[in-house]
């Protein structure tokens, strides 16, 4: 019992010496004992119902770390009609992001947290984004800067946006490198496929990675800007993606026509048909419309089996996490001067929420299995037959703090979709769930029209693009 009592000693050592290490990190009672899901659990509630200010009360300060904090203060303050709000947040995720990928070497601080999570677990360590992610970052930017009519910034956070997300795959596939190198010289070799056989591919299709709201908003600002070049270029990416999305063909082939791409044209109306022009005293309303809220990370315990240097086997539990399949109840249609707009998708977030998940998955199992086998061998090095109390007191601080990393941007909608109509000029009138939104549009000219709905609610703005 005395022995079992200086294990139970021990075990607490290790843990505090873990959480000291880790002070530099998300460092909090809830990041020890539960995970980012379960603790955001209020705020993706309230959101889903869109009930946005009590979203925007309960957003927590230090859950998440400053970077997806941030995200989530960033996207609800946008939802809640906060921009100003929104605009700083997400410029300090900007920062903070920027930051880390400015890193040339990992710093001591840094050394410490991964020493700390490996002996805790991964909600300690540092939250880096997923490419999905960051493009969303700029486009959310980007939407703040038109809502306050700085059409430049925007399409500098379009730019930026590509970007960042080349950036990212690089550092991702570098950090899966340096993992799997890792585990090659602990002598250890998992299992894997065992437990990445539940993470499929999402799909090998650009839909899955490629963010197709992000490359219609980019192109539609670059002719707004009279970047014809630039839009094309957008045009033709987002098509590849959407290929049957009426808004974004309407976009291509209305460039190719202004930009003299007469072989590019004839292709296009070979496959899709002539495109509708604007006429005498009509004008063109575009729709962007984002439905609910993107899946939030669940988590589950699977088993692994490891085999050491000398090919002796054993069986660990991981904590991992997971996305639910789940059914969507379809939002009403939205009615403009009395008719339904027929919609098409743009994104898919859920695809690429999953998708992500799916590419870091080998990384996130080599972190957990590095940290199983770390805490057993802790526990064998002091354990004996007469130390069950000591155990017992192990396995109960391994079971509490053993959580799953579910860290995400879980503010961000399911899908978004586009739609559009040739409309007389004036006045017109937007029906969204029962609420009505009013604007004007200039004969010859586009307004585009912004939505953002959750539950039975809906943010609406819009702005003027001119003649396109």
């Known amino acids: 019992m005395e022995f079992g009592v200086h294990l139970a000693f021990r075990v607490v050592l290790v843990a505090f010496s873990s959480v000291v290490f880790a002070g530099c990190a998300n460092l909090s009672a809830g990041n020890l004992f539960s995970h980012y899901s379960a603790q955001n659990a209020k705020v993706y509630q309230e959101l889903q119902a869109g009930e946005y200010q009590r979203a925007q009360d309960a957003l927590n300060d230090s859950v998440g770390g400053e970077i997806l904090d941030n995200f989530e203060k960033g996207r609800v303050s946008f939802l809640n009609k906060d921009y100003q709000g929104s605009f700083d947040y997400l410029s300090q995720s900007d920062q903070a992001v920027r930051q880390q990928q400015d890193l040339a070497v990992i710093s001591v601080s840094e050394s410490l947290t991964s020493v700390g999570a490996l002996a805790i677990n991964d909600n300690l360590s540092t939250y880096y984004p997923a490419d999905y992610e960051l493009g969303f970052l700029h486009l959310y930017?980007?939407?703040?800067?038109?809502?306050?009519?700085?059409?430049?910034?925007?399409?500098?956070?379009?730019?930026?946006?590509?970007?960042?997300?080349?950036?990212?795959?690089k550092e991702r596939e570098e950090s899966l490198a340096a993992a799997e190198e890792e585990l090659k010289i602990s002598g250890i070799a998992p299992n894997m496929g065992s437990v990445l056989s539940n993470y499929p591919d999402a799909g090998k299709t650009l839909q899955a990675v490629q963010n197709g709201y992000l490359l219609y908003l980019s192109a539609l600002l670059y002719e707004t800007d009279g970047?014809?070049?630039?839009a094309y270029v957008d045009y033709r990416r987002a098509l590849a993606v959407s290929p049957n999305n009426a808004e974004v063909i309407d976009g291509t082939?209305?460039?190719?026509?202004?930009?003299g791409m007469q072989e590019d044209l004839a292709k296009l109306q070979s496959r899709y048909g002539e495109s509708k022009a604007i006429s005498g005293g009509d004008a063109k309303v575009i729709v962007l419309e984002e439905q609910g809220v993107v899946e939030a990370l669940q988590g589950w315990k699977v088993s692994l089996p490891v085999y050491d240097s000398q090919g002796n086997s054993a069986l660990y539990s991981l904590a991992l996490p997971y996305y639910r399949n789940t059914t969507h109840v379809p939002y009403s249609s939205l009615f403009l001067n009395g008719e339904a707009l027929v919609s098409d998708k743009l994104v898919d977030v859920d695809l690429m929420a999953q998708q992500g998940l799916s590419e870091?998955?080998?990384?996130?199992?080599?972190?957990?299995?590095?940290?199983v086998v770390a805490k057993d061998r802790i526990?064998?090095?002091?354990?004996?037959?007469?130390?069950?109390?000591?155990?017992?007191?192990?396995?109960v601080w391994n079971t509490l703090t053993e959580q799953p990393d579910t860290r995400s941007w879980q503010t961000l909608p399911r899908v978004a979709l586009s739609a559009s109509s040739i409309v007389n000029s004036g006045v017109q009138t937007l029906i969204v769930d029962g609420q009505e939104y009013q604007f004007n549009v200039t004969e010859g000219r586009t307004a585009l029209v912004w939505i953002s709905r959750q539950g039975g609610n809906a943010t609406i703005w819009h702005k003027q693009l001119g003649r396109l």
């Open 253 to 259: 082939m209305r460039v190719a026509r202004r930009l």
């Open 227 to 230: 970047d014809l070049n630039a």
């Open 379 to 395: 526990r064998k090095e002091t354990a004996n037959k007469e130390e069950n109390v000591g155990n017992l007191l192990f396995n």
């Open 360 to 371: 870091r998955m080998p990384s996130m199992v080599v972190r957990q299995v590095l940290r």
């Open 141 to 169: 930017l980007g939407l703040n800067y038109l809502k306050n009519n700085d059409l430049q910034g925007a399409l500098i956070e379009m730019r930026r946006a590509n970007q960042v997300q080349e950036k990212a795959k």
